[in-house]
């Protein structure tokens, strides 16, 4: 039986930064989850732990709010860990943040 049974996982862009969403509908033994994020799919940066649940067959959700995104499209994944020290994954998803506009115009203030 795996540890933790996902139910969905996405992302979502918003004014004020990245909304990481995932539900679970079982967890076996979990100690807690690690947002990661990366602007490769290759590296990854651990952006914040959120506690698990520890076992429950009882739906649980989960949100996290990244306020300091990458600009332009990243990637996330939700680490897994258990008590025991073992860890799984889910995919990756992708997330595009527009880029921020750097044309600055001056005008003269009367």
Partial sequence: ???VTFLDFSVEAMADGINV???TSEELNNSFFSVQRSLTGS???TVALIRGAGTTDVVQ???YIDQTPYRGTS???IKQHDFNG???YTELIRAHL??????LQLSPNP
């Fill in 1 to 3: 039986m795996l540890p």
């Fill in 21 to 23: 969403l995932w539900s």
């Fill in 43 to 45: 590296v990854w940066e």
């Fill in 61 to 63: 959700n989960y949100k």
């Fill in 75 to 77: 990637y996330y994944r």
């Fill in 86 to 88: 073992s860890t799984s």
């Fill in 98 to 103: 527009p880029e921020v506009d750097t044309n």
